[in-house]
């Protein structure tokens, strides 16, 4: 039985709206020191996000960077409507910006098991970019099964389902503008 089949008992808010834009707001100041001397109007830094989970943190996080960036999104899929991974990561839509020679920032909602991030940024990694770091709201250590590198973290969850925030179960409850464990 997938876990989307059952349903949840209750909420515990983890983390306030007031607390996510704090976290935003760090990370910002953080994309803004590394890459300053590095990215400018003729080399924008090039910030994809991994579709559908990062947009709601993507679409915050780019108004808190104030350096010249450039936006896309890709949308890959390696849970095909499981709870757990089957570590075969397909591309559901690609990147439509040229990416060589390019600072690329992957930003997603959560590193979980860590095979998409690590097969997304592989794939990156063969266009020849500058570089490609990656931004996650939440590190949720729980399920990692493989080691990508995170640059810059939200919050580190060690366990439980996660949702708001862009983070779905089912595909519902990303409109919430905290982040909650279920509880089943």
């Not at 996510?20 to 890459?35: E, K, L, P, R």
């Not at 690329?104 to 097969?119: F, H, K, P, R, S």
Request: hydrophobic share 40%.
């Amino acid at each position: 039985m997938s876990i989307s089949s059952k349903k949840p008992l209750s909420m515990e808010l983890l983390h306030n709206k007031t607390e996510i834009a704090q976290m935003v707001s760090t990370i910002g100041a953080q994309i803004d020191a590394d890459y300053a001397n590095k990215v400018s109007e003729d080399n924008r830094l090039l910030i994809i996000g991994v579709l559908n989970g990062a947009f709601i943190f993507m679409a915050d996080l780019v108004r808190a960077i104030s350096l010249p960036v450039e936006m896309d999104f890709i949308r890959l899929s390696s849970y095909e409507d499981q709870d757990t991974s089957n570590h075969h990561v397909v591309m559901l839509k690609a990147p439509e910006r040229t990416m060589e020679g390019r600072h690329i920032l992957i930003v997603e909602d959560i590193a979980d098991c860590g095979y998409t991030l690590q097969w997304f940024q592989g794939f990156l990694l063969k266009e020849n970019p500058s570089s490609v770091k990656i931004a996650v709201a939440v590190d949720k250590r729980e399920r990692r099964e493989t080691f990508v590198p995170l640059d810059y973290v939200g919050f580190v969850e060690n366990e439980g389902f996660l949702v708001g925030y862009g983070l779905d179960y089912a595909q519902s409850y990303r409109n919430l503008d905290g982040i909650y464990r279920l509880r089943f």
